[in-house]
């Protein structure tokens, strides 16, 4: 390329070893000045580790990082600060208590110092940006959107002119996204230069103005968003065609395996969170739930595992009443459970992988000898998990945090599955997790399916809804507003019901 | 041996954290005037002769006791994640209720004994059981209430010393309670001393010892072999995992007060029954805040914990012999301060390099407060998770890879 401008920011053949990985090889990526620049790549493929050389968070073993054609070296972020380099990061950095103006100005007190000037730049920050940052408000009266404009506020106040933001909509609902984008715009407009890592292929179709995909460490290539499918950019990232989350023939049988009836459960304001909610889930059934997030799935899920109180209905689990058991006695009684966020719910990140086998199971064989834990059955059988789910770790003594999401995701399936529930609970199952394990635990989910396990799917991922589920039901505002068939509908009418713009198939509970 | 490997990272920060805080003692000896090196040989000196040294390994190990147990007391409470601040309060209630069972009854000696170490451990247990009470319907934090418990438990056993269990004559400088009869007076080990060819000191070697013990390994056993010490930990590591696991978390946080209660209701009783058989105004004060200084020194680990009480219990003995030699004794407690700083600083440092490197996949020693409850230790959420809250996203992968935890197929050590 010939370009008289030199580019904003070029990484030449950038290497990463940490001890028995290389996380990054031979990365390429060239992003030129006032353009959004969209980094693509399935989880663990090396794009955060790439970001963090890029803020100096660590030196990379080879190669050379240019800004506006000149090398630099970075030492730490505040060398790349120095050189006009930011970053949003994905988890916020604030402090709730503090103001908008104090959260920008904590740490850069040295810019314009804490008085007038500083309250006067981000005045004019939010101005030139559209940021709409009121200074004297509370971070913690502050949205998830607000917020993340004021982390992009602290980047501009230390004077960055190359933005990275990693996995921004993330943690933001599809309003947010919109309006995220238009602050997008403005800063382009504004002629700075943002780097947008992200795995949502449609979102990054729709703001980049170039994609660079990274698979196993590497650059793979770099696409044009307006001619590119998402589903070419997808198997570009993968290397691979796609795994479907289709299932064979229905194995529905006719004895139900749970029943809710009526099931309520009370929310934060005079709205319960979970409204009259009756279905029903037969053996080798998969009944999937639907939604946009926070309209209920999650206090639903909690609710059936006995871990949020009724508020009315009942819960039936083949033909006992269970709604005053304990979490213990559902568990014992063969619900088997995969949460929604596994770090909070699923894993004891700071315990060895034997211990994580043993979670949930402490009453029963093998993990339980009498009153005591039978140490030696669960590190045997938390062998025969990690080589039979395909878990990648040194050995059951390796603490849990130190494999990745994929490997603790069918850590927790391989266990949930070892004790031959009636009924499982899936929410999310696949969220977080690479490619591989993804179709891994589909076939898992599939194969108990067919053996005439009774399964609750929470999912995000209408694909995945659609594929594997023989009954689909949408929850909006915490009751249940569709019934569906996933053999008929399509994505689009799927979303339709999810936002409500769709209401003309009554609930036809089950 | 990874087990020895893993033992070897585990002593280290807590190695490393006495020696740093030698050494800022030292400084601060030496900004006072005092030789640090002079210091150090009076409190290494324990006498010349065998009587005298075996004498002051006596002492050495009778104050090492009820520390021992105070450590055990708040090590219990704290592998759950729960401040047991209050065993202070506890103790003082369980020995001065005990001391007054005692002397009350008379019965033949092994039923006495036992009939006072039943009364102390059911007294710990339901004051610490307050405090449990409270938090599970009140949501009390237990920091608070445990603390406060402290002043409750403190005027509660004035109260009782000077009235209704008063025992020793009007006018008399020091008030106690009525004598235990001999009947309840726990038997000395300086037999045993004898047995082992060493010198019979002037001091009894307290029987408790082993009593001590005996609880030392069952508290073991039952945090790390059994299931209910499984749910204890896990409940410390992540509540909120714990209780996703059938963990009735109301059920273990009273279960675990209590039996931390029950404890430091233990904690008197040495000094109660081997030497002082009365309880008074100048019964030992203070081993309640010090169990949580050997607790955190411990690493709230059962044999740590022995160690830590070891130590403490040799600072303490120099005291005396550092103002014999015109040594300010308060010395010893700008050491021992130190240490504490200096452990939960070390922990703190040695649980984020543990984590770290378990992160990006290299070989993984456990964490310094792998039990999650020391210094600041971690939040429910045990820190910032290593691949975050990830988006809903169309049928492709979620979540931002922290590259680097891809293939942790890090060396095993």
Known sequence: MTDSAPLAVELRGITKRFPGVVANKDIELRVARGEVHAIVGENGAGKSTLMKTLYGMHRPDEGQILLDGREVVFKSPADAIAAGVGMVHQHFMLADNLTVLENVVLGAEKAHGIGAAARARIVEISDSYALGLEPDTLVEDLGVGDRQRVEIAKVLYRGATTLILDEPTAVLVPQEVDELFGNLAELKREGLTVIFISHKLDEVRKVADSITVIRRGTTVGTADPRTTTAKQLAELMVGAELPTPQTRASTVRDTPVLQLRGVTVAGQGTRPAVDGVTLTVREGEVLGIAGVEGNGQAELVDAIMGLRPLAAGTVVLGSDDISAWTTRARREGGIGFIPEDRHRQGMLLDAPLWENRVLGHQTEAPAAKGLFIDRKASIADTERIMREYDVRAPGPDTLAVALSGGNQQKLIVGREMSAHPRLLIAAHPTRGVDVGAQSVIWELLKDARAEGMGIVLVSADLDELIGLSDTLVVMLRGAVVATLDPGQVTPEQLGGHMTGAVTDTPAGAA | ?413
């Open chain 2, 1 to 413: 041996m990874r087990a020895v490997s893993r033992l070897g990272q585990s002593l280290l920060a807590p190695a490393l954290a006495v020696v740093i805080a030698l050494v800022i003692s030292a400084a601060v000896m030496l900004a006072i005037g005092v030789d640090p090196f002079r210091a150090l040989e009076v409190m290494v000196d324990f006498g010349d002769t065998p009587s005298q040294q075996v004498t002051a390994i006596v002492v050495v190990l009778n104050r090492a006791v009820p520390l021992f147990l105070a450590g055990l007391a708040v090590a219990i409470a704290f592998r759950m994640g729960l401040f047991n601040i209050g065993v202070e309060g506890q103790y003082r209630m369980a020995t001065v209720l005990s001391a007054g069972a005692g002397a009350a009854i008379s019965l033949p000696a092994p039923l006495h004994i036992l009939v006072i170490v039943v009364v102390a451990m059911l007294v710990g247990a339901v004051w610490a059981g307050i405090v449990a009470v409270l938090k599970v319907t009140r949501g009390v934090s237990e920091v608070i209430s445990s603390i406060m418990l402290n002043f409750i438990a403190l005027g509660l056993a004035s109260f009782l010393l000077t009235g209704p269990l008063r025992g020793s004559e009007p006018g008399a400088s020091i008030i106690t309670t009525k004598e235990i009869p001999e009947s309840g007076w726990f038997p000395s080990l300086n037999g045993v001393l004898g047995a082992l060819g060493l010198a019979n000191p002037p001091r009894q070697l307290y029987g408790f010892l082993l009593v001590a013990v005996v609880v030392g390994v069952l508290v073991a056993v039952l945090l790390q072999r059994t299931r209910f010490g499984f749910d204890l930990r896990a409940t410390g590591l992540s509540a909120s995992a714990a209780s996703a696991s059938g963990v009735d978390a109301k059920r273990m946080v009273i279960t675990t007060m209590l039996l931390s209660g029950a404890v430091a209701g233990l904690i008197g009783l040495p000094d109660l029954l081997g030497s002082n058989h009365t309880y008074g105004t100048e019964f030992t004060s203070g081993l309640g805040f010090l169990g949580i200084a050997v607790a955190l020194l411990g690493r709230n680990n059962p044999v740590g914990i022995a160690v830590a009480a070891l130590l403490f219990a040799f600072l303490d003995r120099a005291a005396v012999p550092l103002q014999i030699a015109g040594i300010p004794s308060s010395v010893v407690t700008i050491i021992q301060g130190t240490i504490v700083l200096a452990v939960v600083v070390a922990n703190e440092v040695s649980r984020r390099i543990a984590r770290r490197q378990a992160e990006s996949g290299v070989a993984v020693a456990p964490p310094a407060t792998g039990d999650g409850s020391t210094g600041g230790g971690q939040g429910p959420d045990g820190g910032p998770p290593p691949d975050g809250p990830t988006g809903t996203g169309p049928a492709l992968t979620n979540a931002s890879g922290a590259a680097g935890r891809t293939s942790p197929t890090g060396s095993t050590s």
